[in-house]
């Protein structure tokens, strides 16, 4: 009699999950968030490069791909989500991790939807979805300029080993020298959000190396940034005339470079951030006896060391959807503003003495159900004092 009552007062059970041919409709985001839900268990699916199932996407070469390629593995997914569970449901955050996951460049697309739900528990199951693209590309140059020829192969891994980590190897070779550059980038560090990047160049007139390790602001709700970054190298630059080497010069650069940030978080729609950083270079030159005619007319030493202060301000708003954005769908207006405003000065009796103040601006708007129109614009004033 229990049961009668309950279906003929249309009483809505207290659990439902997705499931193949069931009839049970799940609250969307938005409506959990409303309701107080909490995450509950978090599943990560990936999926292959092509779909067999859809026409087009079932040719023997398209299965070939999907059996090469190494898939992302689920904890280089995990590591990247704003939420945990037992957390509150958030539109936002759920909004802003579709959006940080669709701007991988290992991933083709990312979709989060609610999959089971314990109205009596107050807790929601997620489905993280990504869809992945072909990582492993090669590349090969070859051009004729000026009577020389410049040729180059490049073999580089934009999902390495499924974590999400970028390695290069590349050589080639021009007028000018031989080289060799090894690459290494990793997003999240240890699966953090600190990300890293070092750099090797062997040439055959000298080589370089760069180091940076940093924590950006990965989501608009992020309190700090913080980084530095190392580089230092050395090489001949030649000048030329007439298509012949009129003289040349060796180039010795230091690099140093480390900044902070500080933001209040996203406060009503916006995220306001302040940014500062000192970067100093050093440029030392020689002469070389590299089919020198004459020494450089610049002279044989110059010492350009750089430092400078940076303040950054920036403002995001960001526009919660019901529904995936961009191809996916959705309402017809998509809002987005960013402005900022950079000063940078040199000073520690320097020269030259100066200021740079550059802003930048921009906004943007959904038009139809497949188009955007963005508008950006910048400014630049630079003042200089002079002997």
């Not at 993280?128 to 590349?139: A, E, I, Q, T, Y």
């Not at 978080?265 to 270079?281: I, M």
């Not at 995936?324 to 003495?353: D, E, I, K, M």
């Amino acid at each position: 009699m229990a049961f009668a009552l309950i279906g003929a007062y249309g009483i809505a059970p207290a659990y439902g999950c997705e499931a193949p041919g069931s009839s049970v409709k799940l609250p969307t985001i938005a409506e959990l968030e409303q309701r107080g839900a909490k995450v509950g268990a978090i599943e990560i699916k990936v999926e292959d490069i092509f779909d067999p199932t859809k026409p087009g996407e079932d040719a023997t070469l398209y299965r070939w791909a999907n059996d090469l390629h190494m898939l992302t593995r689920d904890d280089a997914v995990r590591s990247q989500l704003l939420f945990k569970e037992s957390e509150p449901v958030s539109q936002q955050k759920i909004a802003e991790t579709e959006r940080l996951l669709r701007g991988r460049r290992y991933l083709y697309d990312a979709w989060i939807e609610p999959t089971c739900y314990d109205a009596a528990a107050q807790t929601v199951d997620l489905r993280v979805r990504v869809r992945d693209v072909w990582s492993l590309n090669p590349g090969f140059t070859f051009n004729r300029k000026g009577g020389a020829n410049r040729v180059g192969f490049e073999l580089e891994d934009q999902d390495f080993f499924g974590r999400g980590e970028f390695v290069s190897a590349s050589v080639g070779r021009n007028v000018d020298r031989d080289t060799l550059l090894l690459v290494y980038e990793d997003p999240q560090i240890l699966g953090t959000w600190w990300r890293g990047r070092v750099a090797y160049a062997n040439n055959s007139d000298g080589g370089a190396g760069e180091f940076a390790v940093g924590q950006p602001f990965y989501s608009l709700d992020t309190r700090w940034s913080a980084g530095l970054g190392l580089a230092a190298g050395d090489r001949i630059n030649s000048r030329y005339q007439l298509g012949q080497v009129l003289d040349a010069f060796a180039e010795t650069t230091d690099r140093f470079e480390v900044y902070g940030g500080r933001s209040q978080g996203l406060r009503d729609g916006w995220a306001r951030r302040w940014l500062a950083g000192v970067r100093y270079e050093d440029s030392r030159f020689s002469e070389t006896r590299r089919r020198t005619r004459r020494a450089p007319s610049a002279g044989p030493q110059a010492r350009l060391p750089l430092g400078g202060r940076g303040m950054d301000r920036g403002r995001f708003r960001y526009v919660a959807q019901p529904g995936p954005v961009g191809a996916h769908g959705g309402p017809p207006v998509w809002p987005f503003y960013a402005r900022g405003t950079r000063l940078s000065c040199t000073g520690l009796g320097l020269r030259p003495n100066g200021c740079d103040c550059q802003s930048q601006g921009g906004t943007g708007k959904r038009i139809g159900a497949a188009q955007s129109l963005f508008f950006t614009g910048s400014c630049v004033a630079a003042w200089r004092v002079t002997d």
